[in-house]
Each structure stands twice: as structure tokens, then as C-alpha cells.
């Protein structure tokens, strides 16, 4: 089975595409501090990262900020990552990294859940339930009551589009727990999608 | 052929080669188990991947612009340790010379002006004048 990166995804969100393939190039320019390779690593990556931020953080001023910290420390940092091919996990377990911190400054453990929404107020038919600007609500409010470190396995994988090996690398988990916590997300979405929406597709 | 979650999973996610996929997908057409779990898996990916991308402020490159790191001249990495080593064998050197390392104050003097000499050596922080007949010298030197 071919389980791999899905480069479309983030060229969905990127200003130029990028093959995977170049990226240790890019990433040896970095390393001599090369403002092009910075400006090219920021712009294909930062969209990428900001969502992941949004989405931990459910705070665009803080997703903007902790943004800003991710490439700067990534980009002193640079000469320590190990493989130049594994940049796009390295950058994310930084943006992870920052997200965490900040919770925690917040108070927040990134391992307990929310408190569940109680603005919820769809009662959309199951056909409606896949499409519509109601239905991305739904599946925000959904995704906020998993706790952030559920909610970053998850996304990695249905947003960010990571194989499961280099979602273990960003979140510094086993393969197994990854895979479990994926699973355990997957059932916890869908039961507050079902929920919130009516019977399931 | 059993249901495997993961290559349902790989299918919805365009990770299959296409005889893989083939296999899968008529799995799933026989199979009402995989097929809702095939339904699922698609619709979330389409749900969650599918919302509105909100885009990075310039500010927040501007701000990360001005705190990168400055550019490295070329093979500037092995010249800056290089150039601190050499500069450290010079002092280690001169430390261990004793006609250069001799202070001012300990400086023999001969018959030249000694206030102008003094204040030279004092500006250099070395002995620049050295009479060999002199004690001091003849033994320092040694």
C-alpha cells in the first residue's frame, strides 16, 4: 500500500508549488541563511501552519502571533534539523510546540477536552449535513470539543494530509498511539457530527 | 477479502495505486460495512479539508522578515571558526615569545629618549626598544 505524503494539498494553499523533492535543496540554502530560501519556505509553507494554528488555538490573533514565533524559531533553528526531506513534519511539531505553550499559558492542557458548545442550534437533514456553510460550522464546532492534542493528530492526518509515521514525528507520540488517537478522534467527530446533524451519510 | 480500515482509509485518500484501489473499491461495493465507513471517511476529509483557508496576514511576514536570521557569506561557516582559531594561536604565540611579550615596564633601555620610546612601547603595550648588552634582556631572552 502507497501511504504517502499528499503534495496537492498543500499546494492548495501555497503561493507556488513546491515538489517534495526540492525541499532539501531549499532547506540547504536555509542553512546559509539565504533570505530567498526563507521567503520560499514561508511562503509555501506558513498557509499550512497557520490553519494548524487556527485550529489548535481557535484564536486568529493568537494563530497570527504563534505563527510569526513558529518560522522564527524555525528559521534559527534551521541547522538543526537531522533530514533536510522531513521539513514539513520538523516545522509542524514547532508550530505544535508553540500552540501547546500557549494553552498551557492559557491555563489549557492540550489533552482535555472542551467543554461542549451549547450555541449549537442546526437541525439540518442528513443531505444537508455534507455541504453547505451550516455544515462547516458543524464540523468546527465538532472539531473544538476534541481535546488539542486529539484534535492535532487529526487534522494532521485529514487536513494536512501526513502519513501516519510523520504525524508520530510531529506530535512525539508511538505509531501506535497515533493510530489509536486517530481512531478515537475519527468516532468522537462523527458522534458530535451525528449529533448535531442527524443520521449520518 | 476481510475489511481493512486502512486501505479503506488509503482509498479515500488517493493513497492506492490504481490496481490497489480497484481491489478496495470493489470490496467496499459488496461490503455494506466498508462502504459507510468509505462514506465517512470521504465525507469528513471533504467537510474538514473543504472549509475556508484563512489567509496569513502580511504583517506576520513582515515581522518574521525582520527577525531572521542574517545571511551567512559564502563558506562563512567554516571561515568565522577558523579565523577565532588563528586568532588564538597569534596570541598563544606572542604570549610565549619573551622579547615581544615584555612589557614596557620591564623593558631594557639603551641610550635613545626614553620618555618618547616609553610612550610608543605604552601604545603598543610591547617592548619595541632592546639593548642585547643589557642584564634583563640577555636572561629573558633565554
Redesign the interface.
Known amino acids: 500500500m502507497g501511504v504517502g505524503f499528499a503534495p496537492a494539498a498543500w499546494a492548495l494553499w501555497s503561493n507556488e508549488a513546491l515538489p517534495r523533492e526540492e525541499e532539501p535543496a531549499l532547506v540547504n540554502r536555509a542553512r546559509e541563511h539565504e533570505p530567498a530560501a526563507f521567503r520560499a519556505i514561508f511562503d509555501r509553507f506558513a498557509p499550512g501552519v497557520h490553519r494548524l494554528l487556527c485550529d489548535l488555538l481557535r484564536d486568529d490573533a493568537a494563530a497570527d502571533e504563534a505563527t510569526q514565533e513558529t518560522f522564527v524559531r524555525a528559521f534559527h533553528r534551521i541547522d538543526s534539523i537531522r533530514d533536510e526531506r522531513r521539513l514539513v513534519p520538523w516545522l509542524l511539531a514547532i508550530a505544535r510546540n508553540v500552540a501547546f505553550e500557549q494553552l498551557r499559558a492559557r491555563g489549557r492542557s492540550p489533552f482535555v477536552p472542551e467543554e461542549p458548545h451549547t450555541e449549537w442550534a442546526t437541525h439540518s437533514t442528513p443531505e444537508e449535513s455534507l455541504q453547505g456553510q451550516e455544515a462547516q460550522r458543524a464540523v468546527d464546532s465538532a472539531l473544538a470539543l476534541l481535546a488539542p492534542g486529539r484534535r492535532a493528530a487529526l487534522l494532521l492526518r485529514v487536513d494536512q494530509c501526513l502519513p501516519y509515521e510523520e504525524i508520530a514525528e510531529v506530535m512525539g507520540w508511538s505509531l501506535a498511539k497515533v493510530k489509536v488517537e486517530i481512531h478515537r478522534a475519527r468516532r468522537q467527530l462523527r458522534a458530535n457530527l451525528d449529533s448535531e446533524l442527524g443520521e449520518a451519510p | 477479502m476481510t475489511c481493512d480500515d486502512?486501505?479503506l482509509e488509503?482509498l479515500a485518500?488517493?493513497?492506492?495505486?490504481p490496481q490497489?484501489a480497484a481491489v478496495e473499491r470493489a470490496h467496499a461495493s459488496h461490503c455494506a460495512r466498508c462502504r459507510?465507513e468509505l462514506?465517512?471517511l470521504r465525507?469528513?476529509?471533504?467537510?474538514?479539508?473543504?472549509?475556508?483557508?484563512?489567509?496569513?496576514?502580511p504583517?506576520?511576514?513582515r515581522?518574521?522578515?525582520a527577525?531572521?536570521?542574517?545571511?551567512?557569506r559564502?563558506g562563512g561557516?567554516w571561515l568565522a571558526p577558523l579565523a577565532v582559531a588563528a586568532a588564538f594561536a597569534l596570541a598563544v604565540a606572542l604570549s610565549l615569545h619573551p622579547r615581544i611579550s615584555a612589557t614596557a615596564a620591564e623593558c631594557p633601555r639603551g641610550d635613545v629618549n626614553q620618555t618618547s620610546v616609553s610612550l610608543e612601547e605604552a601604545g603598543f603595550g610591547a617592548c619595541l626598544v632592546a639593548t642585547p648588552a643589557d642584564a634583563t634582556y640577555a636572561t629573558s631572552s633565554l
Open positions: 486502512a486501505r488509503a485518500y488517493g493513497e492506492l495505486d490497489e459507510r462514506q465517512w465525507a469528513e476529509r471533504h467537510l474538514v479539508h473543504g472549509r475556508p483557508l484563512r489567509a496569513v496576514p504583517a506576520v511576514r515581522r518574521v522578515e527577525r531572521w536570521p542574517e545571511p551567512r559564502r561557516r
